[in-house]
RNA sequence: CGGGCUGUAGCGCAGCUUGGUUAGCGCGCUUGACUGGGGGUCAAGAGGUCGCGGGUUCAAAUCCCGCCAGCCCGACCA
C-alpha cells in the first residue's frame, strides 16, 4: 500500500484503492469490525446512510408500498427450493449448525437475501387476485461471505433495503420493475448526485433466479462502473418454487409473477467514489451530515464576538433548513478545521474572523471548487438553500462530464480492450455467454448492462465478429 | 483458493541482516503558557504481554518451526 502523506492522504491517482481505504477510516465513516469483512459504520457515515434511507423510504411509501420485517435466519431447505437461486448464493452462505448448546438436525442459514423467507409467507398471505399486487419492503441487515471485502462495497454483512412484490401477471409485475428503477434513479441523481446507466443485464450478470435484472451503473473515479441498485423481475420461479398462487377472477388458480429491488450500503461506496477528491469527500448536499460549516476566527474579545454571530448565523440557516453546525472546537486552529471538514466533504465552508465582522460580512468556502467569496452576512442565511441546490447540479453534472469522457463508443476489439483499462464502452456485442467470459478473462471487464436508452442499432460484435444481439449497444467495464 | 506484503504504544513506522542489559521516532493524547484567516510553538507528562505457541541460546522484537489475523492484486461476487 502506498504510504500517505503526513497529513493527507494517498492520492486516487497513486494509488485509488489506498485512497479510499484511507478516507473511510479518516473521515470516520466507518472501520472495520473484529470479524473478516464485517464493518462498524460510525455515526457520520450512518447519518448519511439515514439520509439516503429516509428519502428512499418516503418514496417506497408514497408509492403503495408497506414496510414489514422477516427474520434473519432461514431453513436451508427452503433456500434450496429454487435451484438457480441456491447454486448462485450457496458459496457465500453463512450456516448455523449449533445453537441452544447443541447440533442442528436441520442447518440454518443468515440470509443472504429474503426471497425465500418472503416467499414462505406470501403463500399463506395470498389466495385470491383480490390479495394482489403484494408490495411489501424490507429494510434489514444481510450476511454474504465474499472472498473480497472492501469497507461500504462489499461487506460480510450489510444494511440494504429489499422490496418485494407479487402480481397477478407479466405486465403488473414489469410495472413494478418500472416502478422501483424509478425511484432509485431518482435517489442517485436527485439525492446522491450520480448520473447512472440503466438497463437489462446480459444472462450472464443476473440475479440467481431472475428472469430479468435491471441494474443502475455508476462510473466512479479510476474508471471502473459499480452497480449501486439493481432490480428483479422473477417470473413465476419463486411462486412455483413457494406455491404463491391466487384463483383468478376466471376462477383459475394462477401463479403469481414476483419482482424483488434493493438499494444497500454501497451507495455510500458509490458516493465516495464517484465525488471524492485528494483532499477527501465531497458529499452531496442532500445526503450531507453537515451542509454547512461555521468555523470561528478570532481569539479573546474577538473570539466572543465572533462566536456569538457564528450562532446567530447557525440558528438563522437551521431556520432556513439548512444542517449546519458551527465548530466552536477553541484548541484547534482553523486551518486544521479547515482541512477537517474538506476531508469531510461539508459542501459549504463559512469562516467568521475579526475582519468579515467588521465589514458586516463573511467568507463562503467551497468545497468541490475551492473558490472563496466575501458575502454580507445580512442575507446570506436566506440565500443558502440555493447555493446548496447549485452546488448539488454542480457536482452532478461534474460527474456526468467524467462517465461521458471515460465512456468510448467502440467497434473492434482493440478499441474495446483499450477504452475498459480507464473507462467504459459501448459496444455491439453478440449476445453468446461464452464471448462475455473471453472478454473478462481479456480485460477483466463484464458486461454491465445493455443501456434502455441507446439508440437502435446493429452489426457485429465488436469482441468476436458475430451478429449482434440486443438491437443496441452493450455497456462493457471493469467493475467492483 | 493462488500470488505479494504486514503484524512492535491509539495511528503510522524504525529497529531484525550481524541476538546483548533502560525497545525508539513521528503524529495523536494529558497539563500549562503563548498562539489563531490553510494542518501553530515551546515545556512537562502518560502510554508497550514487540500477533500467538513452541524451540535454539547464558541471553530473543531480532534466529528456527508451527499457528493465527489483517491488507493489496487475482479468482469469486444479487
Not at 431518482?186 to 433466479?209: C, Y
Not at 460549516?293 to 456569538?308: K, S
Amino acid at each position: 500500500m502506498a504510504k500517505a502523506d503526513e497529513r493527507g492522504i494517498t492520492p486516487q491517482s497513486e494509488d485509488f484503492s489506498a485512497w479510499y481505504n484511507e478516507l473511510v477510516l479518516r473521515a470516520e465513516l466507518a472501520d472495520r469490525g473484529p470479524v473478516r469483512g464485517t464493518m462498524v459504520i460510525r455515526p457520520y457515515g450512518y447519518r448519511i446512510w439515514e439520509l439516503v434511507q429516509s428519502a428512499l423510504d418516503q418514496k417506497i411509501k408514497e408509492t403503495g408500498h408497506e414496510n414489514a420485517y422477516f427474520p434473519l435466519f432461514i431453513p436451508e431447505s427452503h433456500l434450496k427450493r429454487e435451484a438457480e437461486h441456491i447454486e448462485g448464493f450457496s458459496p457465500e452462505l453463512a450456516i448455523v449448525t449449533h445453537a441452544g448448546g447443541r447440533d442442528l438436525d436441520e442447518p440454518i442459514v443468515v440470509r443472504p437475501t429474503s426471497e425465500t423467507v418472503i416467499g414462505e409467507m406470501f403463500s399463506k398471505w395470498i389466495s385470491s387476485y383480490r390479495d394482489l399486487p403484494l408490495l411489501i419492503n424490507q429494510w434489514a441487515n444481510v450476511v454474504r461471505w465474499e472472498l473480497r471485502p472492501r469497507l461500504f462495497l462489499r461487506t460480510t454483512e450489510f444494511l440494504w433495503q429489499e422490496g418485494h412484490t407479487a402480481h397477478a401477471d407479466e405486465t403488473d409485475a414489469i410495472a413494478e420493475l418500472d416502478i422501483a428503477t424509478r425511484f432509485y434513479e431518482e435517489i442517485s441523481r436527485d439525492f446522491a448526485a450520480l448520473p447512472v446507466v440503466i438497463g437489462d443485464k446480459t444472462a450472464s450478470e443476473r440475479f440467481a433466479g431472475a428472469q430479468r435484472t435491471v441494474s443502475l451503473e455508476t462510473l466512479v473515479r479510476d474508471g471502473r462502473a459499480i452497480q449501486s441498485s439493481t432490480t428483479h423481475y422473477l417470473g413465476t420461479n419463486f411462486s412455483r418454487a413457494f406455491d404463491i398462487t391466487y384463483t383468478s377472477q376466471e376462477g383459475a388458480v394462477e401463479y403469481c409473477h414476483t419482482t424483488s429491488w434493493g438499494m444497500s450500503t454501497r451507495m455510500i461506496g458509490t458516493i465516495i467514489m464517484t465525488h471524492g477528491d485528494d483532499r477527501g469527500l465531497i458529499l452531496p448536499p442532500r445526503l450531507a451530515p453537515h451542509q454547512v460549516v461555521i468555523v470561528p476566527i478570532g481569539r479573546d474579545a474577538d473570539l466572543d464576538r465572533v462566536l456569538g454571530e457564528s450562532r446567530e448565523l447557525e440558528a438563522q440557516l437551521r431556520d432556513a433548513g439548512v444542517r449546519a453546525r458551527v465548530d466552536d472546537r477553541d484548541q484547534l486552529s482553523p486551518g486544521f478545521k479547515f482541512n477537517y471538514w474538506e476531508l469531510r466533504g461539508v459542501p459549504i465552508r463559512i469562516e467568521i474572523g475579526p475582519r468579515d465582522l467588521a465589514a458586516g460580512v463573511a467568507t463562503v468556502v467551497d468545497r468541490l471548487t475551492g473558490e472563496k467569496e466575501t458575502i454580507a452576512l445580512r442575507g446570506l442565511a436566506q440565500s443558502m438553500p440555493e447555493r446548496l441546490e447549485h452546488f448539488q447540479q454542480a457536482l452532478y453534472r461534474r460527474a456526468a462530464s467524467f462517465r461521458d469522457d471515460h465512456t468510448s463508443v467502440v467497434d473492434s476489439k482493440e478499441e474495446l480492450l483499450a477504452a475498459v483499462m480507464t473507462g467504459a464502452a459501448l459496444a455491439l456485442h453478440c449476445g453468446d455467454p461464452l464471448c462475455e467470459a473471453s472478454i473478462k478473462e481479456s480485460s477483466g471487464a463484464s458486461a454491465r448492462c445493455i443501456p434502455r436508452d441507446g439508440a437502435d442499432e446493429t452489426g457485429s460484435c465488436a469482441f468476436c465478429g458475430a451478429p449482434s444481439a440486443y438491437g443496441r449497444r452493450v455497456l462493457f467495464a471493469r467493475a467492483y
